[in-house]
Each structure stands twice: as structure tokens, then as C-alpha cells.
């Protein structure tokens, strides 16, 4: 894209809205903002479409013209930890080759929470090649294969499988563990070297079911900014719509600092 700007850069985390309503603290509040809408309300650009509580349910077309108007889209193949991981059918991946031949903005797909045993013994090295073989040979062009790694969880990322991811989605889990992003980050970097990376970027501290204070999300967008200027990174993802309406300290920081530099050019 010529005359890129910060804001071609940012991605919305997209979940069915409502789904995080329970188990994160903050009941009784309840989120009816849908990925395209918290899209535009934070300034948003692209979509990473997550399945959470098994929603939404195939087919996806309803979902996926929703998010036409954006400029790109990720599908994920298995959503969520408490998703089922259907690997004898490689989860969402028939489903996700189909809708890309009609919604040309969907350029990849991506495991979410896959890091764990329960995942990788459904999963082999072997399956994890087969989608991403599939995905690059897609009718509607080459999408590329996208997974979720965590801060806590570098040592468990392994490196047979991270051949046959094309990118990797990095987040830091506990708010209070963004002090330590230099020292993790450099970690994060040297195990997945030559993958294409994209920086998570919680609205909500879910590790420990509080609010971000408006100094942390200020770290997380001056210091993820600075990792996509230098082309360390190709962007960030905002997590997510299901909190974006709430009225948190930290989602309106977000955007009101991506209205003052998102026309920045990167």
C-alpha cells in the first residue's frame, strides 16, 4: 500500500460481541459492540476474526460482509482455548478458502492458544503443515498462516512448528509484565526470526481481570508504534471489541491518541 499511515497499520481482535460479558470481572457491564463497529470507533483498519465460546458458527458469509469494508481480515482456524479444535477436519480452514473467493480483503488465517499440549497433540507438526500448504495454494490467491504467541509462554513455542507459521501475533498477558516487554520482546524476536509479526494490544488487562491504566496503554502504543516505524513490526491489534464500549480509561486513551497519529505516515 503506497502512502501508508499508522492507522493502515492497526487491527481490531474480533470476537461475536458479547463474548467476553462473563469470567473477566467486568460484570455487570455488558458489550454489544460488533468488530466492524469498534473498528471504526477506535480507528481501526483490519480485523483478526477469532471464534470464542465456538461463535460465530460457519458459514461465515453474514461476518465476513460485515467486514468488507476494511482493508484486511485474518480468519482464525481454531479460536480460542475453549473452542473446539476439530483438527480431523484442520478446524475452520475448508470454510476460510471458501469465503476468501468472495471477500478479497481476507489475506490469512491464524491459530489462536495453540502453544499448549492440548493443541499441539491435536495438531502435529505434520497438520500444521498441511493448512498452511493449503492456505498458500488457496483459488483466491496465497493467504498466509498466522499464530498467537504469549510472553509467559516462549518456552513452550516450538520450533518445528514455528516453520510452517508465516507470522506470529506476540502479546504480553499481565499488565504489570509490560515492565519486563524489553527483556521478552528480544526473547520473542530471536526464537521467531524471519516471521512476520504483528503486536497484541490489550484494552483490558485480562491476566488479572482489571482496568489498564492510561500509562500502560500508553506504553503499549508509543512502544509498538516505534517497532512498526523502525520495521521491526507491520502492526498492532487492539483487543478487543468486546471491551471497546465500556467506558474504560484505557480504550478512550486509545482512541484518542490513534485520532491524533493515525494519519501519520509510516
Given amino acids: 500500500m503506497e502512502n501508508k499511515t499508522l492507522k493502515d497499520c492497526i487491527w481490531i481482535w474480533g470476537h461475536t460481541a458479547g463474548s467476553h460479558d462473563k469470567g473477566w470481572g ?9 468488530p466492524c463497529e469498534s473498528a471504526y470507533y477506535l480507528g481501526a483498519r483490519n480485523c483478526i476474526m477469532v471464534c470464542y465460546e465456538n461463535k460465530p458458527v460457519p458459514p461465515f458469509d453474514q461476518e465476513a460482509m460485515a467486514l468488507d469494508s476494511l482493508n484486511e481480515t485474518i480468519w482464525s482456524v481454531v479460536g480460542a482455548s475453549e473452542c473446539d479444535n476439530n483438527a480431523e477436519s484442520l478446524g475452520h480452514l475448508e470454510e476460510i478458502l471458501r469465503i476468501a473467493q468472495k471477500h478479497p480483503n481476507l489475506k490469512g488465517a491464524i491459530f489462536d492458544d495453540f502453544f499448549f499440549e492440548s ?12 493448512v498452511q500448504r ?29 516453520t510452517y507459521f508465516d507470522g506470529v501475533t506476540y502479546w504480553t498477558w499481565f499488565g504489570q509484565d509490560l515492565d519486563k516487554f524489553e527483556e521478552n520482546y528480544a526473547r520473542m524476536r530471536e526464537k521467531c526470526a ?11 488487562d485480562y491476566g488479572n481481570h482489571r482496568q489498564l491504566t492510561k500509562e500502560q496503554m500508553a506504553f503499549q502504543l ?17 483487543l478487543s471489541n468486546t471491551v471497546a464500549d465500556l467506558g474504560f480509561e484505557a480504550v478512550e486513551y486509545t482512541r484518542q491518541w490513534i485520532a491524533a497519529h493515525g494519519d501519520e505516515p509510516v
Fill in 119 to 130: 493443541r499441539m497433540k491435536d495438531y502435529t507438526v505434520e497438520k500444521i503443515a498441511e
Fill in 194 to 204: 524471519g516471521k512476520r509479526l504483528l503486536l497484541g494490544c490489550y484494552l483490558y
Fill in 134 to 162: 493449503r492456505l498458500h495454494e488457496a483459488p483466491s490467491g496465497k493467504l498466509d498462516l498466522w499464530v498467537v504467541v504469549y510472553d509467559y509462554m516462549l518456552d513452550s513455542v516450538k520450533e518445528d512448528y514455528l
Fill in 222 to 238: 508509543e512502544r509498538y508504534a516505534k517497532a512498526i516505524r523502525s520495521g521491526e513490526a507491520e502492526g498492532i491489534i487492539l
Fill in 26 to 34: 467486568f460484570e455487570p457491564l455488558h458489550s454489544r459492540m460488533t
